[in-house]
């Protein structure tokens, strides 16, 4: 089993639709979770961080984890078009020595 | 504030030669993380420095090596270049160990593009 999956395809939603993105990790102890924007040919830029169970919301990012299930998602409210990127999960264990592992990311195409 | 900033931007190698890529963390930051991003594979953990040693290793073969510099600015050598080794390299800087508030946020650089030929 991966350390973090992202298994869902390329996702396409209307401008102003909510975009889900899921993603499952394999390290109960995980402590930190993170969600990074990668645009086309740039560099992961943070946008949510998560650490405990419940929700989070910053703006019109939600993100949710669920540690029992090993499960962290993403919600995008009223996508935009410049919300097209990949999104990439981010797991830490404090006894995986402080190493983040990601998944493969999930690409998200907001159409006008 | 300056971000995190690698150099070069661009490498073209042959195989079999070496290429050593740059890296200068965030000013306050003293671990210094390297990940290697190829086409469809993700971002691969490589590399972990804190105080100039090495804290970790990503399951990659001995000829990735690194170093940190006293001033936590690091390298990344990759010797013995194979074709596969063609990817964005991304250093990223955060505060120091777990535990720490923030220890675990990192921010990425722009990334060094290797190309082997």
């Known amino acids: 089993q991966k350390e973090v999956e992202q298994n869902s395809g390329p996702l396409s939603v209307p401008e102003g639709a909510i975009a889900s993105l899921n993603c499952t990790y394999s390290?109960?102890?995980?402590?930190?979770f993170f969600w990074y924007r990668q645009y086309s040919g740039k560099s992961p830029e943070l946008i949510m961080s998560?650490?405990?169970?419940g929700d989070k919301e910053d703006g019109r990012f939600t993100a949710q984890l669920n540690k029992a299930s090993q499960y962290v998602s993403l919600l995008i409210r009223d996508s935009q078009p410049s919300d097209s990127a990949t999104y990439l999960c981010?797991?830490?264990?404090?006894?995986?020595?402080?190493?983040?592992?990601f998944g493969k990311g999930n690409q998200v195409v907001v159409i006008p | 504030e300056a971000g995190v900033t690698q150099s070069p931007t661009h490498l073209i190698k042959t195989r079999g030669q070496q290429a050593t890529l740059r890296c200068s963390p965030i000013s306050g930051h003293t671990s210094v993380y390297w990940y290697q991003q190829a086409l469809g594979l993700g971002l691969q953990f490589l590399l972990w420095y804190d105080e100039g040693e090495e804290r970790n290793r990503g399951n990659f073969p001995p000829r990735f090596s690194g170093r940190q510099f006293p001033n936590y600015s690091s390298e990344l050598n990759v010797n013995a270049l194979e074709l596969e080794d063609s990817a964005l390299y991304l250093c990223?800087?955060?505060?120091?160990?777990?535990?720490?508030?923030?220890?675990?946020?990192?921010?990425f650089g722009a990334g060094s593009r290797l190309t082997v030929l």
């Open positions: 990223a800087s955060s505060l120091g160990l777990a535990g720490v508030s923030g220890a675990n946020v990192l921010t």
């Open positions: 998560i650490y405990s169970n």
């Open positions: 981010a797991v830490n264990s404090y006894y995986g020595n402080n190493r983040l592992a």
């Open positions: 390290d109960r102890v995980s402590q930190s």
